[in-house]
DNA sequence: TAATTGACTTCGC
DNA sequence: GGCGAAGCCAATT
């Protein structure tokens, strides 16, 4: 168990519901910048249980994967609340979390 | 310990 | 706008 990896976990779960993160995002969150791929890894081996892995897309609003379940992901983001096009996501530039950001608002 | 793969990102054609 | 290649970091084998 790398710190990274705790430190993905603690990004992730800190994403509210209705927003999403990229793994790039997460990455620099997690004090790696450019490590999204180390992201997805964490995320693929399921990090830790109660982490909304779904609520991380990738770049350009993309759904990204969720285990070749993309639906399904699909399906998780839009009960929480967010938007899809097809498979981007809508507003995603909105949709995206940024710490410092206030979400209980609801504001963009 | 080293090499390969992977739920990524960005530039180029 | 879609396809291809290079770059970066971590986990797994």
Redesign the pocket.
């Known amino acids: 168990m790398?710190r990274?990896?705790t430190r993905v976990i603690a990004v992730v779960r800190r994403i509210p519901a209705g927003q999403v993160a990229?793994?790039?995002d997460v990455a620099e969150l997690a004090g790696?910048p450019?490590?999204?791929?180390?992201?997805?890894?964490?995320?693929?081996?399921?990090a830790a249980r109660g982490v909304p892995?779904?609520r991380?897309v990738?770049?350009?609003g993309?759904l990204?994967?969720?285990?070749g379940s993309e639906a399904m992901?699909r399906a998780l983001l839009q009960a929480e609340g967010v938007v899809l096009a097809g498979s981007r996501i809508r507003e995603f530039a909105v949709r995206r979390w940024q710490p410092g950001r206030r979400t209980s608002a609801g504001r963009r």
């Open positions: 790398s990274f990896r990229t793994y790039g790696a450019g490590a999204a791929r180390a992201v997805g890894s964490v995320m693929r081996t399921c892995c779904h991380v990738a770049a350009g993309q990204g994967g969720y285990g992901k």
